[in-house]
């Protein structure tokens, strides 16, 4: 078997508008697991703007049964994939219609592109290029047609007929087949198509807007999932409210559906009227999901909807603006979960968790081989630019924009930004500039050009603080550099935009009011607005030496680099008005003591790695009588191994991981009182509520039961663990139940044994609880290299099924891309094993195994012998004949130097 379309690098200056567009399509479909019948009539028309050339239309894995041009048979010919039209009719203004009539196989189709079944369903999945394996199309997101879709299946095997828009007709057929015909009101580009067909059931909801206009809401599952769908409807209708009120951008459609399912590559996908998830972000009730998974729902709901105007409404010119429209619609879902907070620390509590993702895993992708700017110059597979980078990273920009011109002044853009292009295909310059053409004299607008820095460079950004402070002039000067390391393709770096917000903090931990040398008092905090690659700022009136808190609220998407003292971070962690960086001082104490400890040459094992400074900071901060329990709950966890790992340039990650565990376990056993105070204080009553204030408490709960059962190992403690095992099995919530579940896992407790399999029978009929089940224990600490093994033995799982994205998932990447101490074997069978996956998945689903490939990204920083190991396994892959496009790009990112 030879791959079909491989293709080289496509870039973005070679970017030319489309030399026909399409108007309307009109699409009808016989469906069928083994053939599916597709007719697709489009009526077309010549670019103007462009020179006369032959019609090239992409397609992959169709059989293609005929085409007519004006109702005529036409020649064609095949160039690869694409279906090639020359000598087409010259009418008038260059119209005619085209009649394309093709099958496919959805039940063969395994990577989850196009049109494919899932539990006897038919669903879709287009973004980025899946329409293709459609219909033949010109399947690029700047030729947006006006789509009426005919769907035509078994009445009794598919009840459920839908599709994008509006229904207009429906009815019965011969021999036990109905149909149902939807038109689109709006145009859109291909990659927005959608249909599903099956046996499902929905959760209705009829709402009035602000303006008057009633919808109809559903949320579609398969029957005996309807208990699990409230959650994801009342997050979609506060997302529609929440639209309107911050941006005044109301729902269009007179009918807005969302449908879960299974087996699903990524999240969710925001097809316009009828949005498709992954099961995992829409089912959700107290039993079987975790409070996590409660916002995860929220987040993504609000996502996809936010996509109807930042995605769909207004779209990409082509896919190096990919972050126009995820960018955008991230820092939305961030902004949309903020504002449901009503307590502001649960705002602070919500950023803090969104730096983290930034950090952990945008940072090291910035700094690896697949680094590449917000705005992205080439690519080789588009499947495998939805990154970090473009979603987290682009967001950061978004929310950088919004702080230099304010919030209204945001939201005034936005509403320029949708004066000039609605219904258009655009690009990241047109956003930027309608937001700074909103606010002529912002920032933004002084420095639009360098601003877009951001979208072209590649790279984290370090800033250099020093400060010095002048007894006798009463001054405190702040020095600020910056610089960027190269990455692959960008040697040298220009000056970033870098938005700043600081304050001062009095060695007494009162905030200092800031007045600058012309004697003005500015606003605290105050967001100096950094554009040089050095530059100084000096306040005045300072009667004693400041601790300078920098880049509050992560104001800017850099490394910062301060010399703190150990007694200056103890004093922003204990009185810093900027939750942020409170946070980001005692995160600051803990990597100190963990790099001081990975470079000492003692073994491990014994070594207490924490001093007591910290570990008292912690004991105040788990006592504190008004801080809120989620925000303790993010200060009193160690920063990750990977965060640890990319504080350092050789990465030991065996010796990262008895570091930190060495920490955890100090923490457990100093704090025991403590911790055992916690777990009652915060021992929740009532009925389950997943609100921040009630779901922060669970987690502070189960953190401390996770400590006293870890120190049960150093102690011999049976208490702990017993109650443990009694939460386990008494808990009225997943979340607390899981999190009982979990304690015992990660201290290897002997009751983990008996508690695992009942877990196991409790939920055998609920997949994303299995799929938690199979995560947690090829994500559990390693003991011994006991981790491998395990992991293999849940491959033969009955219940273990790598053509299912979340199973897969639950196990492979648990175990290859978050359990590093795991993974990183001396023996290298963690690395032999990963090759063996990537090589066995790609022949199922491409898209899937490219992601997994990314788990050796960071190969270079090992030290030996995993260095030489790791490189050997992904020579392995590389040397694999018909390897995919996607995990092709990847493993030649990584070997390349
Ligand atoms: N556009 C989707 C989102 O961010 C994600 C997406 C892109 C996707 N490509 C996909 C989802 C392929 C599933 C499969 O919301
Ligand atoms: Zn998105």
Redesign the pocket.
Known sequence: MTREGQHSAIHRADYTAPAFWIDTVELCFDLDPAKTRVLNKMRLRRNADVPAQPLRLDGEELNLARVLVNGQGASFKMDGNQLVLENLPAAEDGAFDLEIFTTCCPAKNTK??GLYVSNDSFFT?C??E?FRRITYFLDRPDVMASYTVTLRADKAKYPVLLSNGNLVEQGTLDDGRHFAKWVDPFKKPSYLFALVAGQLVGREQRITARNGREHLLQVFVRPGDLDKTEHAMNSLMASVAWDEARFGLPLDLERFMIVATSD???????NKGLNIFNTKYVLANQATATDTDYSNIESVVG??YF?NWT?NRVTCRDWFQLSLK?GL?VFRDQEFSQDLCREPSARAVKRIEDVRVLRTAQFPEDAGPMAHPVRPDSYIEI?NF?TVTI?EKGAEVVRMMQTLVGREGFAKGMTLYFERFDGQAVTCDDFAQAIADANPDSDLARLLPQFKRWYSQAGTPRVHASGSFDAAARTYTLTLGQSCAPTPGQAVKEPFVIPVSLGLVGADGRELALRTMDGNTVPSPYTFVMTQASETLTFVDIDAEPVPSILRGFSAPVVLEFDYSDEQLLTLLANDIDPFNRWEAGQRLAVRSALKAIAAVADPAPLQPLNTAYIDAMRSVLRHPTLDAAFKELVLTLPSETYIAEQLDVVDPQRIHAVREAMRGQLAVALTDDWAWAFDAHADNGAYQPDPLSSGRRALAGMALTHLCLAARTTGDVVWPGKAYQRFKDAGNMTDRFNALAALVASDHALAAQALPRFHAMFKDEALVLDKWFALQAGAPDRAGNILPAVRQLMKHPDFNLRNPNRARSVIFSYCSANPGAFHRPDAAGYVFWSDRVIELDGINP?VAARLARALDRWKKLTEPYRSAAREALVRVAAKADLSNDVREVVTRALAD
């Open positions: 989850l592109m999945q973004e980025a899946g699903f590559n990524m999240g969710a996908m925001e996502h996809e996509h995605g995820e619609t499947n939805y979603y898209q």
